[in-house]
């Protein structure tokens, strides 16, 4: 036996089922010693499960959950002792989830071996927990600052309970953290926190880049009691405990460590946030005594997958677009001497400079260039601070899955006429191995003012396009809005195979581009869904179809000529990575009746939540297609369904797991079949599409 297929070689069984009274302050030598080999035996665990995300290519988080693992076991020696406790480890850092799956497994309701298929896709262990998704998680997380004002509403429902949650430096940076402080001391909730400072978190170490910052002094501030202690000291710990637990209120246990501590090349460092590497992994568990088979057996046995696709249309070569934004503004401020450069433009970082293209800036041109905290809202309304003033930009940047939250931040910006550029990486679905929490699918949210000022909303579909864009727009007025995927995109090609957005290419704001014409109808598409579409429209050409292609890289306004053209063909489908509910797909069909334009219309975007995985890239292929447009011969001449992107739904996204065909077969929508064909073996997501012939959906 190899990889996954391996039992989980560390016996969960030998967790020690303790009970802990806090009415007594110190530790017996026996409670410490089994307390000691429950810390070390689950940590053990989580190193060996959380790097088969390493050795799959889905990456992950290791250090945090390691982390806390002497609090979590501290909890559950708690819940067994009293039921006065609420029965569940809360925790505000969801990357963390490593912890609930191993709670999960301990209480039988994961079996432990599957463990080992830690945020592969479709195998209900995603990046962060998701309520009702696997078996035995009690809550969803993921978005930092989100978890402890929740927390409070479940102390005011159970005002007879004392409720735990987990914290970390990190999310305690959010100012959300900082309301919730206030109401659990104005309710004196029986909230106890206990909070991982370990002085890392993504970026690097924030007594670094955000000085001043103290988890103590500020809980104290509030109103909390609040303990600090060596986290990694058993008997100092408890001591803590039952003294949180003697005081009426809230009150924060601030335990300092190294991040991993023990874990000798990620101990310390920033690197420790991330995923184990599969060789500092094996190092540790033979350093911990365990055969070297033991973890190589099955570390070395699981490869990425890659995607097996060649897309027509567009390069082989892939380039990573949320980068290419960090070079591209680079270009810019190239051209400015530094100081000029400070002058005029200030780019905020909110810990992700890494993740989303901006550290490339930080590097070369320190000069514009300001780090700061997990402060979504508070950094964007800086930048927009920046540029109050004509003449004076700001820039700030993070997930799009975050821009919900600075939506209001927006408008307030509108309000003042700012000078805002905003990157927003990870736009969509692709390698979205965090799941629904971390979807950037309502970024059209960030259009949110009235009809008489303009936002510009722009996702280029591959890094020239990029390029152009940024150079285009970075100086222009107003809000701006780019986005970028977290996946790598090819080029688009022209059809000598010359790059579509260089050379004479010219980014126009606001004007629909022509990748392709066609006479049978139109597809509609931008961003990381363009070569998609671009490949299944020349598949529909290669078959006699003459379906044209469209890029729409300004979102949000209305190219005139573009949609008549596009309107008074046969049919138009929008194809898009956003939520099916507030993405273009919405709107373009409105667009089009406003102007009495009434092709056959229909709109493919995410409508599922997700279930893990890397890339479970979507492509339609032509037939499916033609079948969705109703023009197949097939006789259907109805209206397309709206269809979810398989990508993103849980029933119809890959993979290795039987759970995976449960969830399609009962699938009752418009792809709804699975091919029992020999084919299926090698493409184990390749489904029926309705009129039988395929939509290709590969993992
Ligand atoms: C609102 C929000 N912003 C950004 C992120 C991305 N993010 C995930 S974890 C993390 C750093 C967290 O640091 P910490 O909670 O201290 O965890 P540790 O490094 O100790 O694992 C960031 C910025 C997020 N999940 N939510």
Redesign the pocket.
């Known amino acids: 036996m190899s990889g996954t297929q391996n039992p989980f070689p560390i016996d969960l069984n030998k967790f020690k089922k303790l009970k802990l009274d806090p009415s007594k302050s110190g530790l017996t030598a026996e409670e410490k010693a089994d307390l000691q080999a429950n810390v070390q035996l689950l940590r053990d665990a989580l190193v060996l499960f959380t790097a088969t995300g390493a050795a799959r290519g889905v990456s992950g ?1 290791t ?2 959950a390691y ?1 806390t693992v002497p609090e979590v076991c501290i909890l559950l020696a708690l819940f067994a002792q009293s039921e006065k406790y609420y029965p569940v480890v809360f925790d505000e ?4 989830v490593a912890t609930q799956y191993i709670l999960s497994a301990l209480e039988g309701a994961l079996p432990a071996e599957h463990l080992l298929h830690y945020r592969e896709a479709n195998s209900k262990l995603p990046g962060h927990p998701e309520l009702g998704l696997t078996p035995g998680v009690k809550f969803s997380s ?4 989100h978890m402890w004002p929740l927390v409070n509403g479940v102390a005011l429902a159970n005002r007879d309970k004392t409720i735990f949650c987990l914290g ?4 305690q940076q ?1 100012g959300n953290d900082a309301e919730a402080a206030r109401l659990a001391v104005a309710q004196n909730l029986n909230v106890k926190l206990f909070i ?1 400072d ?1 002085d ?3 970026a690097g170490h924030p007594s670094e880049y955000l000085k001043g910052y103290d988890v103590t002094k500020t809980l104290e501030g509030h109103g909390l009691k609040v303990v600090t202690v060596d986290g990694e000291d058993l008997d100092a710990l408890w001591g803590a405990v039952t003294e949180i637990l003697t005081h009426d209120g809230p009150a924060a246990i601030v335990s300092k460590r190294k ?1 991993a501590p023990g874990i000798p090349d990620i101990e310390g460092s ?1 690197h ?2 991330d995923v184990i590497p599969v060789k500092s992994a094996l190092k540790y568990l033979e350093q911990r005594g365990y055969p070297a088979s033991m973890g190589g057996d099955i570390l070395n046995n699981i490869k990425p997958t890659p995607s097996p696709f060649i897309y027509q249309g567009s390069s082989k070569e892939v380039g990573a677009n949320r980068v290419v934004f960090g070079e591209a503004v680079n270009l810019v401020l190239d051209g400015l001497s530094k100081e000029e450069a400070a002058k005029k433009v200030m780019v905020i970082d ?3 400079e890494g993740s989303t293209g901006l550290k490339v800036i930080h590097q070369k041109h320190p000069e514009v260039f300001i780090p700061s905290g ?1 402060m ?1 809202r508070g950094n964007f309304s800086a930048a927009a601070g920046f540029g109050f003033e004509e003449g004076k930009f700001g820039v700030f940047s ?2 799009s899955a ?1 821009l919900e ?1 600075v939506i209001s931040e927006i408008t307030m910006a509108r309000l003042n006429n700012c000078n805002v550029l905003c990157h927003f990486s990870h736009s969509g679905v692709d390698e979205m191995a965090d799941n629904t929490c ?1 979807f950037g699918v309502n970024s059209l949210f960030a259009d949110n003012g009235l009809s008489d000022v303009h936002s510009w909303l722009y996702f280029p579909a591959d890094p020239a396009q990029m390029v152009a864009v940024i150079k285009r727009v970075f100086f222009e007025r107003g809000l701006r809005f780019v986005f970028s995927t977290r996946s790598k995109v090819p080029w688009i090609l022209k059809p000598d195979g010359s790059k579509f957005f260089e050379g004479d290419y010219e980014f126009v704001p606001g004007k629909d581009e022509v990748i392709i014409e066609g006479k049978a109808g139109y597809v509609v598409s931008f961003g990381e869904m363009l070569y998609r579409s671009y490949d299944a429209v020349l598949l529909c050409r290669s078959k006699g179809l003459d379906v044209g292609l469209i890029n729409k890289p300004t979102l949000n306004i209305v190219d005139e000529e573009a949609i008549r053209k596009v309107g008074s063909s046969p049919f138009v489908l929008v194809v898009e990575s956003f939520n099916t509910k507030t993405g273009l797909g919405s709107k373009f069909g409105t667009w089009l009746l406003e102007r009495q334009l009434t092709p056959r219309y229909g709109y493919m975007g995410t409508s599922k939540e997700g279930s893990g995985g890397r890339i479970c890239s979507t492509i339609m292929s032509g037939p499916a297609l033609i079948s969705l447009c109703g023009i197949k011969a097939s006789g259907s001449r109805s209206l397309p369904r709206t269809l979810p992107l398989p990508t993103s739904s849980r029933r119809s996204t890959s993979c290795h797991s039987n759970w995976r065909h449960v969830r399609f077969e009962s699938d009752q929508n418009a792809f709804k079949q699975i091919s029992s064909s020999k084919q299926q073996k090698d493409r184990p997501c390749t489904i029926n599409a309705r009129n039988g012939t395929y939509s290709t959906i590969i993992c």
């Open positions: 988080h250090g945090g982390d850092a969801g990357h963390r993921g978005r930092l600052g970390s430096d990190g999310s959010e991982d370990n890392v978190t993504i991040m920033s420790g946030h909110s810990d992700l997990i979504e993070t997930f975050f939250m971390h």
